[in-house]
């Protein structure tokens, strides 16, 4: 008999090679993915320093129980790689198919639009470069 894992939200979604990924859709091809820049929530912080959209979800209040927190900041960088500055209609779309049980959305879309402002005025972008370099396999704060 398999045991078979539990559902682990800060796994269900990453970004692989800086692009968004569901885990669900590279978890059974970790031999294809090896050696990729894998990114989760939990690689965002440096040197103790919490990333843009960290800080601005806990200043602006989005964090709520924490089970949709993983996939919303990933969602969130996504956002903001493509578009540094962000309209609240943009972050809604963006947002599209991540749900939060607790929320009306409003606190998770001012966290972005913080996170927005202050990448902006650091002149950085959204996924740091150095994301999960000099991690086992290449993997960036995957378990």
């Known amino acids: 008999m398999t045991r078979q894992r539990e559902f682990d939200p800060i796994r269900a979604l990453q970004t692989l090679n800086r692009h968004e990924v569901r885990y669900v859709l590279i978890g059974g091809f970790a031999g294809k993915v090896l050696g990729s820049t894998i990114l989760t929530v939990e690689g965002l912080a440096k040197d103790g320093k919490l990333h ?14 924490g089970f949709c927190t993983p996939g919303m900041m990933l969602t969130a960088l996504q956002i903001l790689e493509r578009n540094a500055d962000p309209s609240e ?12 049980r607790c929320t009306g959305y409003q606190h998770i879309v001012n ?3 913080y996170a927005s402002r202050k990448l ?3 002149g950085v972008r959204a996924i740091p470069e150095t ?11 995957g378990r």
């Open 111 to 113: 966290s972005i639009l």
């Open 120 to 122: 902006r005025e650091e």
């Open 131 to 141: 994301a999960g370099k000099g991690r086992a396999g290449g993997a960036g704060g």
């Open 89 to 100: 209609e943009e972050i809604r779309h963006g947002l599209d198919g991540n749900l939060c």
């Open 52 to 65: 843009p959209i960290q800080e601005g979800f806990w200043e602006e209040h989005g964090l709520q129980c």
